[in-house]
């Protein structure tokens, strides 16, 4: 029986290397954007005794050998890959072909007026506080998508046009405070490519912080919350309003809040400059009492402080 199998072993073997080898391969990617580049694996069959790669359009564009590196491919269009897998007995050729598209071009302006789709660029980009500022954007080819993003955060995204047109897609702003706007055109073929301009702001006046003694949340929309308060809202007059079309809170940059009972327990911490503590712990509606602040931060000037006090909670 051993020499049974034995005999069909070198039986296969010989028939596999008495005939023409098969190629094949696959690619890790058949759909690129220019600039980038695949990986192949060659699955031909074992009996291939030579290798002979052709990539239209990429570099490299030969390679002799039976696993190639990475090929890339630098301009778009529609290219071929070739192998051909020979022995003693034949040959055989396996083709693939790789769609490459074309980066798009991007290009964001500041204008200082808005007038139907004629744009003033101006090269002046710093506006005062609460002024608005016109960004302008168009990407090419035709017929893509546009994203805004304030300060390159995708969290923040604002969506411009799909498909755009060639006029492109304005936004109007109102930063607190300097803020590079990037935006980011996407072709249908997925390419993409970002600009960036830059809004510097000016500070009308000087930032003032306050800290309320006693807040009440009722839900009637005034001090329903216990937070760090600016002069940076709609009315400028540090008012615990959620309802005056802008944060509280403007102009901090970064903060660490905390609330203590008279125990010294902590019942509410934040790092959000935005977010105020509603007089719960743990989902819990606390009693009324007087509870003991700690408060660091720093401000969108630059400035940073630290506070400490007593708040009152009324129901």
């Not at 049974?4 to 094949?24: D, G, K, R, V």
């Not at 630098?74 to 693939?96: E, I």
């Not at 789709?117 to 608005?132: A, R």
């Not at 936004?171 to 993409?192: E, H, I, M, R």
């Amino acid at each position: 029986m051993r020499h049974y199998l034995l005999f069909l072993t070198i039986f296969f073997n010989l028939s596999l290397w008495s005939q023409a080898p098969t190629a094949n391969f696959t690619v890790s990617d058949d759909i690129l954007c220019a600039g980038e580049c695949v990986l192949i694996t060659n699955n031909s069959s074992s009996n291939a005794l030579a290798y002979t790669w052709t990539f239209t359009g990429a570099t490299p564009s030969i390679y002799n050998g039976q696993n190639p590196g990475p090929i890339c491919f630098n301009t778009a269009g529609t290219f071929t890959v070739s192998l051909t897998v020979s022995n003693t007995f034949g040959s055989n050729t396996a083709t693939h072909t790789i769609t490459v598209g074309q980066i798009p071009t991007v290009d964001a302006t500041l204008s200082d007026t808005l007038n139907g789709l004629v744009y003033h660029e101006i090269e002046d980009t710093v506006i005062d506080m609460y002024q608005e500022a016109y960004l302008h954007a168009t990407g090419l080819p035709a017929g893509g998508t546009l994203m805004w993003y304030p300060s390159g955060v995708i969290a923040d995204s604002i969506f411009g046009c799909a498909p755009c047109l060639a006029s492109g897609d304005s936004l109007t702003v109102t930063p607190f405070y300097d803020t590079y706007y990037v935006v980011t055109y996407t072709t249908a073929n997925g390419c993409s490519s970002s600009d960036s301009i830059l809004v510097n702001v000016r500070f009308a006046n000087e930032v003032n912080i306050g800290i309320p003694n006693i807040f009440s949340p009722n839900e009637d929309g005034e001090n329903d919350y216990f937070r760090i308060l600016t002069n940076v809202d709609a009315d400028q007059n540090l008012n615990n309003n959620k309802n005056n079309g802008f944060y509280e809170g403007g102009a901090i940059a970064e903060i660490d809040l905390r609330v203590f009972d008279r125990y010294g327990k902590m019942v509410f911490r934040t790092t959000d400059p935005h977010e105020g503590w509603d007089g719960t712990y743990k989902g819990k509606t606390l009693n009324p009492a007087t509870y003991t602040y700690y408060i660091s931060y720093r401000r969108i000037d630059g400035k940073s402080s630290t506070l400490k006090g007593n708040v009152t909670l009324l129901r």
